[in-house]
């Protein structure tokens, strides 16, 4: 699974091995790769990112491949395919009103390591089958995680979802620059408010560097 895994993180090409008869994910060997995987990663990003959360990381990484899986083998039923999948982690009351905005903020930062895949996934998820249950669970993610998913057609954001992006330099930058190259603007209104609300955030932070 691990080379599977620095397949897609490298090239961004999904391979999965089947859900049922592949071996289980290790969490041990997942958070080795991710920790080294990261470092790497960090180091090409525009700015300094927030720290890695290892947990909020293993599990975005167990959750999409998961879906990769589902995705891939698709001969699969509705009950089977929505089985395991989880649109936050179990211990979710880390990041409640409690938290701290950089906390938060690194949350977001970790699980986008792999959920930043999400738009091809849901992409490659509609080509096969417009239909497919998979994508409530997608939808789902992508509500949950705006980071990941500003490259995505998508409902105008909450600003309080937002706020612990924006606050950060480096994922705002991240989030601007993928909301603005996701192409030009649907005619639903929402989309449009998005790309609209992102150029200003762009200029703001312009003025502010």
Request: charged share 25%; with cysteine.
């Amino acid at each position: 699974m691990i080379r599977l895994l620095d397949e897609l993180w490298h090239t961004g090409r999904l391979v999965a091995l089947h859900p049922v008869a592949a071996p289980e994910m290790n969490s041990d060997a997942i958070a080795d790769w991710l920790t080294r995987a990261e470092a790497e990663y960090r180091e090409q990003l525009p700015s300094v990112p927030p720290a890695l959360d290892l947990s909020s990381a293993v599990w975005a990484t167990q959750q999409f491949y998961r879906a990769a899986q589902l995705m891939v083998y698709r001969e699969l039923g509705e009950e089977f395919i929505l089985t395991g999948l989880e649109t936050e982690p179990t211990d979710a009351s880390r990041f409640g009103d409690a938290a701290n905005a950089t906390a938060i903020a690194s949350i977001h930062y970790s699980v986008d390591l792999l959920f930043r895949f999400l738009p091809d996934l849901e992409r490659l998820t509609k080509a096969a089958s417009p239909t497919d249950p998979l994508l409530k669970q997608i939808d789902a993610w992508a509500a949950r995680w705006p980071l990941s998913s500003a490259r995505m057609k998508r409902p105008a954001e909450i600003q309080e979802k937002l706020e612990p992006i924006l606050r950060d330099r480096c994922l705002r930058i991240m989030y601007i620059e993928r909301v603005l190259d996701s192409g030009p603007a649907s005619a639903d209104e929402s989309d449009r408010w998005n790309k609209i609300n992102a150029q200003y955030e762009w200029k703001t932070f312009d003025r502010q560097r």
